[in-house]
């Protein structure tokens, strides 16, 4: 054992100390603990370890109030209190920004806090004969879980009549479950094998939709999820975002950058079900929303019929492909990619044509810089609003705006940015 004491946290949550000139990364440990460790793997230029005993704790330290964290995968941070979490997040969002694309600090705004338990409205779990659950950390071998303290308690009522489904059904494989916001339709999907007439039996009344290998057995193809006053279909495959109580302050700040931009028309790239266009179309003229997933676009088309919306359109197509209608008229583009950031032909298509506002929602902080530091040749970034949608975890949301830095683009904008920015804190 070597004793070391731990700087600071690393982007994934993990303490980094220096032992023997090298970069050591110890697992569920925080800034200024002194602590024994183990090495449990060695490389060329760093060490992993983990800890066997603790010689001075953090004041950030706490008891994990979950029984499975010693080995589930699914949060790195329970160890840590949710006022040391949103400090670490913090940090990372200001040092990948500072470092990668050396934004100015002053910009970035606090991080918006959540309810740290019961946010999620989707869970995936594994399934082993008559075990329901995940996997260990770095593993392939299940952990039984009854409950799970991220999960809206409607998800945890499902998986445990899932538990007592599969007590005589030992061939299923996986399920998806998920949970619509304010509407509380639920939705199970199963894949393996089982009795389907056995399966609708048990989970008739008890669910809304319920799928058996994304075959529909009883309920609609989707369920539906409320945001402000707007409703949204959530299919099986669909991509909503999974925090009930963040999820409407996420699209807020958003809303509230479009309305004191004053922007008049909109082009929503990566456009998904089209929650982010929907949801601004009462304040601008016209949104153009673009989407490479049919089911998805489909999901849109239909959104947008369902909550009366005319001044919206949807696009079928790669985003990249789909930039020839990003034109001058357009003076708000409003991104919200995967975790792969931006390509380079949007990137440069953005360059080119420089609409005078970019609203970048972005879900991977290294991406986000990577792409900033490619679109300062033509914009300034003026706000950074961090936002905590996935608690206990290293992972974080965040939303930038950029302006173009031509002078015309700023006067024919007509917003005023101290203004804007005073409005998203």
């Given at each position: 054992m070597k004793q070391v004491t731990i700087e600071k946290q690393d982007?994934?949550?993990?303490g980094i100390a220096h032992l023997d000139q090298k970069i050591m990364f110890v697992e569920r440990a925080l800034p200024k603990e002194t602590c024994q460790i183990e090495i449990v793997q060695s490389k060329k230029n760093y060490q992993l370890a983990q800890i066997v005993k603790l010689e001075t704790s953090s004041i950030e330290r706490c008891e994990s109030i979950c029984p499975y964290y010693s080995k589930c995968g699914g949060c790195e941070l329970l160890h840590q209190t949710y006022s040391g979490q949103l400090r670490f997040k913090n940090q990372k969002i200001e040092e990948i920004l500072t470092k990668y694309a050396q934004i100015d600090p002053k910009v970035i705004q606090p991080i918006l806090a959540s309810n740290p338990i019961r946010y999620r409205n989707k869970v995936t779990l594994h399934i082993e004969k008559d075990k329901i659950g995940y996997y260990e950390a770095k593993s392939h071998r299940l952990i039984e879980v009854s409950d799970c303290l991220l999960l809206d308690a409607q998800l945890v009522e499902v998986m445990q009549l899932l538990q007592e489904f599969i007590k005589d059904h030992h061939e299923l494989k996986s399920a998806m479950i998920k949970v619509g916001r304010k509407t509380k339709e639920v939705m199970l999907a199963v894949t393996g094998k089982t009795n389907r007439d056995h399966l609708k039996q048990f989970f008739q009344n008890k669910v809304t939709t319920l799928l058996y290998n994304h075959k529909i057995l009883f309920g609609r193809p989707y369920i539906t999820s409320q945001v402000?006053?707007?409703t949204f279909e959530i299919t099986e495959e669909s991509f909503f975002q999974v925090n009930n109580d963040m999820i409407e302050r996420l699209y807020q700040v958003v809303i509230e950058l479009v309305q004191s931009l004053r922007s008049q028309e909109v082009?929503?790239?990566?456009?998904?079900?089209?929650?982010?266009g929907l949801l601004v179309s009462p304040f601008v003229q016209k949104v153009i929303g673009v989407e490479i997933v049919q089911e998805a676009v489909a999901s849109a088309k239909r959104n947008k019929k369902r909550n009366h919306i005319s001044n919206v359109s949807f696009i079928e197509g790669q985003v990249e492909k789909s930039l020839s209608i990003l034109t001058k008229q357009i003076d708000t583009v409003i991104v919200d990619p995967p975790r792969s950031g931006l390509d380079s032909f949007t990137v440069q298509k953005l360059l080119e044509v420089r609409p005078q506002n970019v609203i970048y929602v972005s879900c991977d902080p290294m991406t986000l810089a990577r792409d900033l530091n490619k679109l300062q040749k033509e914009y300034d970034v003026n706000l950074v609003r961090p936002v905590d949608m996935f608690p206990n975890t290293h992972h974080v949301e965040s939303i930038v705006l950029l302006s173009c830095k031509s002078s015309d683009s700023v006067i024919n904008g007509?917003?005023?940015?101290?203004?804007?920015?005073e409005k998203c804190r």
């Amino acid at each position: 054992m070597k004793q070391v004491t731990i700087e600071k946290q690393d982007h994934f949550g993990r303490g980094i100390a220096h032992l023997d000139q090298k970069i050591m990364f110890v697992e569920r440990a925080l800034p200024k603990e002194t602590c024994q460790i183990e090495i449990v793997q060695s490389k060329k230029n760093y060490q992993l370890a983990q800890i066997v005993k603790l010689e001075t704790s953090s004041i950030e330290r706490c008891e994990s109030i979950c029984p499975y964290y010693s080995k589930c995968g699914g949060c790195e941070l329970l160890h840590q209190t949710y006022s040391g979490q949103l400090r670490f997040k913090n940090q990372k969002i200001e040092e990948i920004l500072t470092k990668y694309a050396q934004i100015d600090p002053k910009v970035i705004q606090p991080i918006l806090a959540s309810n740290p338990i019961r946010y999620r409205n989707k869970v995936t779990l594994h399934i082993e004969k008559d075990k329901i659950g995940y996997y260990e950390a770095k593993s392939h071998r299940l952990i039984e879980v009854s409950d799970c303290l991220l999960l809206d308690a409607q998800l945890v009522e499902v998986m445990q009549l899932l538990q007592e489904f599969i007590k005589d059904h030992h061939e299923l494989k996986s399920a998806m479950i998920k949970v619509g916001r304010k509407t509380k339709e639920v939705m199970l999907a199963v894949t393996g094998k089982t009795n389907r007439d056995h399966l609708k039996q048990f989970f008739q009344n008890k669910v809304t939709t319920l799928l058996y290998n994304h075959k529909i057995l009883f309920g609609r193809p989707y369920i539906t999820s409320q945001v402000f006053n707007q409703t949204f279909e959530i299919t099986e495959e669909s991509f909503f975002q999974v925090n009930n109580d963040m999820i409407e302050r996420l699209y807020q700040v958003v809303i509230e950058l479009v309305q004191s931009l004053r922007s008049q028309e909109v082009l929503d790239l990566y456009c998904g079900t089209g929650t982010i266009g929907l949801l601004v179309s009462p304040f601008v003229q016209k949104v153009i929303g673009v989407e490479i997933v049919q089911e998805a676009v489909a999901s849109a088309k239909r959104n947008k019929k369902r909550n009366h919306i005319s001044n919206v359109s949807f696009i079928e197509g790669q985003v990249e492909k789909s930039l020839s209608i990003l034109t001058k008229q357009i003076d708000t583009v409003i991104v919200d990619p995967p975790r792969s950031g931006l390509d380079s032909f949007t990137v440069q298509k953005l360059l080119e044509v420089r609409p005078q506002n970019v609203i970048y929602v972005s879900c991977d902080p290294m991406t986000l810089a990577r792409d900033l530091n490619k679109l300062q040749k033509e914009y300034d970034v003026n706000l950074v609003r961090p936002v905590d949608m996935f608690p206990n975890t290293h992972h974080v949301e965040s939303i930038v705006l950029l302006s173009c830095k031509s002078s015309d683009s700023v006067i024919n904008g007509k917003w005023n940015l101290e203004k804007t920015i005073e409005k998203c804190r």
